[in-house]
């Protein structure tokens, strides 16, 4: 097990255990590395400790203390899908390379278990349904639907999380919410709306693409809370391919291994 007490340079972001492993990553000035985005291995350097029979001891001993390098899927350096970016620190939050110059990180990768994977319908694509299957491809930093190929699985959708809030006030009874998102809100969703004595759970009789439609017991005001699990399988995470910027953080169970 890779820990970070064994690691001699590099910023180490979050934990690692026995299904996650640590990788060096190279970002430009100001980039984001998201939550979940997959991430390949990088073919053109060599992993810690894989060096040639003629090398010195000295550089032996480096680079056996040194992690795999990673490259996103869209690099022409990309090979085999190694796992997900699991986020950093605590809070699991995205990283940004806040200096002014291209900058390496340690990161935590997530190769077999639950997580977090970023993923996206594109235009030739499908929509990403519970229980499909992610893989990743040249195109898009994400994960999409497809046919596994040898090297780019990276797992199965389980479920995805619903948190947001509602634009505006809503009375008692049957009313028609406008959330900030409509991601993972479905017909077969039961949502957690607002907290304390009023919260609820309601399971909308109607969806649109902005809106949905329940029957409340109690009044809500603005920036209520709307929280839910979609683990319904064949709903739609996102349904309408057709948006290569479209892209949700949905729970999968990741074995970049297979």
Do not use: W
């Not at 046919?147 to 389980?158: D, F, L, P, W």
């Not at 809106?211 to 809500?220: D, I, V």
């Amino acid at each position: 097990m890779i820990t970070k007490s064994n690691l001699s340079t590099g910023s180490v972001y979050g934990g690692t255990d026995e299904l996650t492993q640590l990788l060096t990553i190279s970002l430009t000035a100001a980039q984001v590395l998201a939550v979940g985005t997959p991430i390949c291995r990088d073919i053109t350097k060599l992993p810690g400790g894989m060096l040639p029979a003629d090398a010195s001891p000295s550089v032996l001993f480096f680079s056996a203390r040194q992690t795999d390098t990673g490259v996103l899927a869209t690099s022409a350096n990309a090979g085999d899908v190694i796992g997900v970016f699991t986020g950093v620190g605590e809070q699991n939050i995205a990283l940004t390379n806040t200096t002014a110059v291209t900058k390496n990180f340690v990161i935590p990768v997530r190769r077999v278990g639950l997580a977090r994977v970023l993923a996206g319908a594109v235009a030739a694509g499908t929509a990403v349904t519970i229980g499909s299957k992610l893989i990743i491809t040249s195109s898009n930093v994400f994960a999409t639907v497809g046919t596994r190929a040898i090297g780019n699985s990276i797992g199965v959708v389980t479920a995805y999380a619903v948190n947001t809030t509602i634009a505006l006030a809503t009375a008692a009874g049957s009313v028609a919410v406008t959330p900030a998102s409509m991601a993972g809100i479905t017909t077969s969703t039961v949502l957690t709306i607002d907290t304390g004595t009023v919260q609820e759970l309601v399971t909308p009789s109607a969806v649109t693409a902005t809106t949905f439609t329940a029957t409340f017991a109690n009044a809500h005001p603005v920036t209520t809370q709307v929280k839910g699990i979609l683990s319904t399988s064949g709903a739609s995470v996102i349904a309408v391919p057709g948006s290569g910027s479209t892209s949700l953080a949905v729970f999968a169970d990741v074995n970049s291994l297979a």
